[in-house]
């Protein structure tokens, strides 16, 4: 498993190749704050106009390595998310698969069979359209014939 420590290399934390600041940049990035939102958060710009800000966050976007820790961030919280909702669906149905083998009412037990049969899709409807292609003089022909009967 690979670990991420952060060394202290002339006075400054370095996690794979970045700054604390360039860090810290990517990680708002990566939560989803604009580019001028995380740079204000990670560096010092009380002194700074709007469009330095700006221009300065965009270098920094072209960083490579600043890129590369924002996909990996955004990777890990996708990854996360997924974990948790395959968790949270995982829970749902074997407390279903208990409820449908152990309710103590036939109705609880019905509900929780078609409760599952449901996330399966077991009892989707299937429905057929039949689509007919028509020029715009038949639709038109069509339209007024419709509108001389009413």
């Known amino acids: 498993m ?6 202290v290399v002339a006075g400054q934390s370095v996690k794979g190749g970045l700054t604390a600041k360039q860090e810290a940049f990517a990680q708002g990035v990566a939560q989803g704050k604009t580019l001028s939102e995380a740079y204000r958060l990670a560096y010092d710009c009380q002194r700074m ?20 820790r924002v996909h990996a961030l955004q990777e890990a ?4 998310v997924l974990l ?7 829970l749902v149905l074997e407390k279903l698969h208990k409820e449908a083998t152990t309710a103590e009412s036939d109705s609880a037990r019905i509900r929780a069979l078609e409760l599952l049969g449901k ?3 077991m ?12 020029s715009a003089k038949e639709i038109e022909e069509e339209l007024i014939a419709r509108l001389s009967r009413l």
């Open 2 to 7: 690979e670990t991420n420590r952060l060394q």
């Open 49 to 68: 106009k709007d469009a330095s800000i700006w221009t300065e966050a965009s270098q920094l976007m072209d960083n490579p390595k600043v890129v590369q």
């Open 77 to 80: 919280k996708e990854e996360r």
């Open 84 to 90: 948790d909702h395959a968790r949270l669906k995982r």
């Open 119 to 121: 996330s399966i899709a």
């Open 123 to 134: 009892f989707t409807d299937k429905v057929e359209q039949e689509t007919t292609h028509k």
